[in-house]
T-cell receptor, first 114, second 113 residues
Framework: GEDVEQSLFLSVREGDSSVINCTYT??????LYWYKQEPGAGLQLLTY?????DMKQDQRLTVLLNKKDKHLSLRIADTQTGDSAIYFC????FGSGNTGKLIFGQGTTLQVKP | DVKVTQSSRYLVKRTGEKVFLECVQD?????MFWYRQDPGLGLRLIYF???????EKGDIPEGYSVSREKKERFSLILESASTNQTSMYLC????????????FGQGTRLTVV
C-alpha cells in the first residue's frame, strides 16, 4: 500500500539551513505536501508541489522533488527558533475517485538551537 | 478565516465508555477526515467521508465508527473505549477537487483510564 517515510529528528543551529527528507511509494500522487505542527496545535499547510514540478520556492522554503527516486525534501533557509516544530510530509492517496485522502509520514521534529 | 473546530481539547474517559468526538467545519468542504496521531507513527487515517452520509474506512478503523448527518459535522465514535485508544485525535476537511489542501482542527487529546 501507500507509504511515506521520514526521519524522526533533526537538530540545527539558528541561522543554518535545515533539510528535511521524505520518501513515498505512490507514484500516482498528484500533489505532495509539507505540513507544520507547532506544540499543542493542529497541522498547518506550509507548501505543496505538483507532481510534474521539480522544485518550488516560497520565501525561505525550497521544495525539491525527485520523481524517479520518489524523494521529497524541504529546505528551510536561515532557520529560526520559531521554526522549531514537527514537519510532516504527505502525499495525496487518491485510490478510487478523488477523495483527497492524505497519507502522512511519521513527522520530523526540528530542534533549532540558539 | 477558515475554521475546523473540535469540541474538546482534552478528554478523560473510563474503559468501556462510549465516546463521541465532534468536529465542525465552516468552509462547505465535501471531504472530512479523522486521524489519530501517536509519537513516531505520524498521522494514521481512521475514517473519512466525501459526502453527507458517506464514509470510508481508513487504515485503522477497528474500534471506531463515524457519523456524518450534515455536511459541516463529522463525528468519531469510540463504541467501547480502551486504553490503547489513548491518543491525539485530529479532524480535517478539504474541498472535493483541486489541491486537496486539508485544514486541521486543534486536536483532542483523549486519555482512557
Amino acid at each position: 500500500g501507500e507509504d511515506v517515510e521520514q526521519s524522526l529528528f533533526l537538530s540545527v543551529r539558528e541561522g543554518d539551513s535545515s533539510v528535511i527528507n521524505c520518501t513515498y511509494t505512490d507514484s500516482s500522487s498528484t500533489y505532495l505536501y509539507w505540513y507544520k505542527q507547532e506544540p499543542g496545535a493542529g497541522l498547518q499547510l506550509l507548501t505543496y508541489i505538483f507532481s510534474n514540478m521539480d522544485m518550488k520556492q516560497d520565501q525561505r522554503l525550497t521544495v525539491l522533488l525527485n520523481k524517479k527516486d520518489k524523494h521529497l525534501s524541504l529546505r528551510i533557509a536561515d532557520t529560526q527558533t520559531g521554526d522549531s516544530a514537527i514537519y510532516f510530509c504527505a502525499e495525496s492517496g487518491f485510490g478510487s475517485g478523488n477523495t483527497g485522502k492524505l497519507i502522512f509520514g511519521q513527522g520530523t521534529t526540528l530542534q533549532v538551537k540558539p | 478565516d477558515v475554521k475546523v473546530t473540535q469540541s474538546s481539547r482534552y478528554l478523560v474517559k473510563r474503559t468501556g465508555e462510549k465516546v463521541f468526538l465532534e468536529c465542525v467545519q465552516d468552509m462547505d468542504h465535501e471531504n472530512m477526515f479523522w486521524y489519530r496521531q501517536d509519537p513516531g507513527l505520524g498521522l494514521r487515517l481512521i475514517y473519512f467521508s466525501y459526502d453527507v452520509k458517506m464514509k470510508e474506512k481508513g487504515d485503522i478503523p477497528e474500534g471506531y465508527s463515524v457519523s456524518r448527518e450534515k455536511k459541516e459535522r463529522f463525528s468519531l465514535i469510540l463504541e467501547s473505549a480502551s486504553t490503547n485508544q489513548t491518543s491525539m485525535y485530529l479532524c480535517a476537511s478539504s474541498l472535493g477537487t483541486g489541491t486537496t489542501e486539508a485544514f486541521f482542527g486543534q486536536g483532542t487529546r483523549l486519555t482512557v483510564v
